[in-house]
């Protein structure tokens, strides 16, 4: 079965990115959220990430109606009834997301992949509600999705071949994104890995070694890292990256795990990253860094 028109639950970042990702690969896209205000939200950040493009001479004026008249905005699950696949994208709370995949497991047909961008909850737990839990698998992509061009494909334990094959080739034949297969696991690989680097980088800052700049600024020119490992925190949400540590502390029950007493304090102080305005660094409301 082909796949030309693709759900996407939940409009956040992720929910944004994947959802104009999947609209310049010439996808049909039914984008959902909630609330209206925050359906709003997500339809101006899409579009301004789009005349970003245009100011930097990556898309015309033409391709930037065309890829945003492929994007349909609704705050009803009535639109997901002509999907293919549909990707729930919210808040890594796993009683949300299990609402989201008992609703979906409704209104679906059978043959309907049913994928979770989730970076660190159990696949299987999210399957156990659906009727068909061979049918649930995992896309994770990594931000901003537009520039990564990798996904981690995350088999559940009764995920099938038959989802799991569909899958792989929408990834890397209709998306042209690298697939990689993980078997399911708490933080999978890339989230498990970077949010160690990143609660490392914690600790030295607390032990005064050296800067927040100056251990961005050692990884980034060092290791030619993109972002040190500060501003990446800042760009997941360092909300999200205290929720992917402790529950793989808790998975796990690791030491390494344990998040640093600085980012707990950060994020009860609503001090978020980017999409707060000020994280580790400063933002403006579109997101980009203050020198």
């Not at 310049?24 to 959220?33: A, F, K, R």
């Not at 290791?223 to 800042?234: C, K, L, R, V």
Request: aromatic share 8%; glycine share 8%.
């Amino acid at each position: 079965m082909s796949i030309k028109k693709v759900g996407v639950i939940g409009a956040g970042t992720m929910g944004q990115g994947i959802a104009e990702m999947l609209a310049s690969n010439g996808l049909d896209v039914y984008l959902i959220e909630i609330s209206s205000e925050r359906l709003i939200y997500g339809k101006e950040m899409i579009e301004l990430s789009l005349d970003k493009q245009i100011e930097k001479w990556a898309l015309t004026q033409a391709e930037k109606k065309s890829i945003f008249n492929r994007i349909q905005f609704g705050e009803s699950y009535d639109g997901l009834t002509d999907c293919e696949l549909v990707i729930e994208t919210i808040t890594e709370d796993l009683d949300s997301k299990k609402a989201v995949f008992e609703q979906l497991d409704r209104i679906c047909g059978p043959d309907v992949i049913l994928a979770s961008n989730t970076s660190t909850l159990s696949l299987t737990e999210l399957a156990s509600v659906a009727s068909r839990p061979e049918r649930v698998i995992g896309l994770h992509f990594i931000y901003p999705v537009f520039k990564i061009n990798m996904v981690e494909i995350v088999r559940g334990l009764k995920t099938s071949e038959d989802t799991f094959a569909r899958t792989k080739f929408f990834v890397e034949n209709v998306i042209n994104k690298k697939g990689v297969m993980v078997f399911e696991s708490p933080g999978f690989v890339t989230s498990r890995l970077i949010c160690l680097f990143i609660n490392e980088a914690l600790h030295v800052l607390e032990e005064g070694v050296a800067s927040a700049e100056d251990i961005d600024s050692a990884m980034r020119i060092g290791y030619s890292f993109q972002h040190g490992p500060f501003e990446m925190a800042d760009r997941f949400g360092l909300d999200s990256v205290l929720a992917a540590l402790e529950r793989m502390f808790r998975e796990y029950g690791e030491l390494k795990y344990r998040p640093s007493i600085v980012l707990k304090k950060m994020v009860r102080a609503g001090h978020l990253g980017a999409k707060s305005g000020v994280g580790f660094f400063k933002y403006d409301k579109d997101g980009d860094r203050l020198l």
